[in-house]
């Protein structure tokens, strides 16, 4: 893979915290086959600039201001996805992927099985997947779960 190639894998990972993630799980492996298995004699991914933290943090809402909030957007056309999404603290994505398959009205559930996200001009929908361990994921890489918390 050529080097600019690279950094567009890293670049299209939407979050920086994902980026760096990343290049430390490909430095380690690199690292291993360094070490270990003497497949490489050098560990490339160590010249990779590991990407700058992104500073933005989420502010949790007081639960006046979150009251103040739904008052408003009663009167929107999507005030039942700003509730849902209010309540379960769903991220954009996954409120933006929610579709009605995803509710079980009979168990009251609701299962985050897909979320949206914009690439490079295009919309995609990353779907949950199965791991070994038969553990739910999301496409970010952390574990989630229909279950209520």
């Known amino acids: 893979m ?40 050098r560990n490339v991914a160590r010249q990779v600039k590991m990407p700058a933290r992104d500073e933005r943090r989420t502010r949790e809402w ?8 739904l008052d408003e957007a009663r009167k929107d056309r999507l005030y039942v996805l700003w509730a849902v999404a209010l309540s379960l603290g769903l991220r954009r994505g996954e409120a933006l992927g929610l579709r009605w398959a995803d509710v079980d009205f009979v168990r009251g559930r609701l299962d985050v099985a897909q979320a ?19 553990a739910a994921h999301s496409g970010d890489g952390s574990a989630s779960s229909s279950e209520p918390a």
Not at 5 to 22: F, H, I, K, M, Y
């Open 2 to 41: 050529l080097r600019s190639d690279a950094e567009g894998v890293l670049c299209a990972v939407s979050e920086c915290r994902t980026r760096r993630a990343l290049l430390r799980v490909l430095r380690a492996a690199l690292q291993h086959a360094v070490n270990e298995d003497e497949l490489v004699s």
């Open 62 to 69: 007081a639960a006046e201001a979150a009251a103040r909030f």
């Open 116 to 134: 949206l996200h914009h690439v490079d001009g295009r919309t995609i929908f990353l779907r949950r997947f199965v791991g070994e361990l038969g």
